[in-house]
């Protein structure tokens, strides 16, 4: 079975200071890792994935995350936090072996960053 | 259009009633994804469709909740006898099958809140 964990219900920072937002999963094999962000009523919006490669990978909007096979966390980052970034965030997991096609979201973690 | 669309966007009923969601994705994506997201539970999967394959039910909480697709595109999600813990966003995706295949991107529509009194 693959599961997700985000440890953090909310996350707040100040605009202008790096932030981070945890995430560790669990799957049998090794894992594909996604970051989504949701906006107040909208839809999930991709953000970033991990398939294979560089441990550290780039998404959109200047956001980052570093797959951590050792300690099973896939942490995204963001240098300089703006006021815009405020979201709730979802890490998800699929295992191409195990999981078929499925995707596996956390229960999210709400982003404030203030000025 | 041009992202997945869902209807209704907003759902009140009273319990026991039947509802039905419609998803409408994005055209040529052949997986179809339903996911339902409650306050503190985050996203939970329902079921998905690629192309003529069997769909995967694996996530549907009961036997009151069930999908079809029809034609390969719109599908719909069907509740009955509603009850209150029903009470929750229904999000859709959709996907071309071959970025599912390879790295699990997915599109969602904005969803359908539904509230059962």
Redesign the interface.
Known sequence: AQSVAQPEDQVNVAEGNPLTVKCTYSVSGNPYLFWYVQYPNRGLQFLLKYITGDNLVKGSYGFEAEFNKSQTSFHLKKPSALVSDSALYFCAVRDPRGGGNKLTFGTGTQLKVEL | GAG?SQSPSNKVTEKGKDVELRCDPISGHT?L?W?RQSL????E?LI?F?GNSAP?K??LPSDRFSAERTGGSVSTLTIQRTQQEDSAVY?C?SSPRDR????????????SRLTVL
Not at chain 2, 40 to 43: D, F, K, S, T
Not at chain 2, 100 to 111: D, I, P, Q, R, S
């Open positions: 997945v997986a994804y996911y503190g539970q985050g996203l999967f998905y690629q995967d694996s996530g999000l995706a599912v295949a390879n790295t699990g991107e997915l599109f969602f529509g904005e969803g």
